[in-house]
């Protein structure tokens, strides 16, 4: 049974920092990539960036230089810094089947995806 699931959500400051972790479990990392997205109330779910079967990463043009993907044997992580009200959100993990391939890193690629982790952003 695949299973990904989130943790590190919580309330922020804006300006801090806040590392969020996914344990996926039931697959192979070397054969999947794993992305992170994120949705707020009454808007579509954005992608951050995804993390590839190699380790190579993608992120979304907007999530350039404030957002890392990075990941352990069963772990991928996603670091926030520099955080802004308007990074409140439900944060997502999500795993697609690549073989040796590339992601597109989009949602609806995506086979396996967890429930999602809250990030509140305010003073």
């Known amino acids: 049974q695949v299973q990904l699931v989130e943790s590190g959500g919580g309330l922020m400051q804006p300006g801090g920092s806040l590392r969020l972790s996914c344990v996926v479990s039931?697959?192979?990392?070397?054969?999947?990539?794993v992305g992170w997205f994120r949705q707020t109330p009454g808007k579509e779910r954005e992608g951050v960036g995804c993390?590839?079967?190699?380790?190579g990463t993608y992120y979304v043009d907007s999530k350039k230089g404030r957002f890392t993907i990075s990941r352990g044997a069963n772990e991928v992580y996603l670091q926030m810094t520099s955080l802004k009200p308007e990074d409140t959100a439900v944060y997502y993990c999500?795993?697609?089947?690549?073989?040796?391939?590339?992601?597109?890193?989009?949602?609806?690629?995506?086979?396996?995806w967890g429930k999602g982790t809250r990030v509140t952003v305010s003073a």
């Open positions: 993390i590839m079967h190699d380790g």
């Open positions: 039931g697959i192979n990392l070397n054969n999947y990539a």
């Open positions: 999500a795993a697609e089947s690549t073989g040796w391939g590339a992601s597109r890193c989009v949602s609806s690629g995506m086979n396996y």
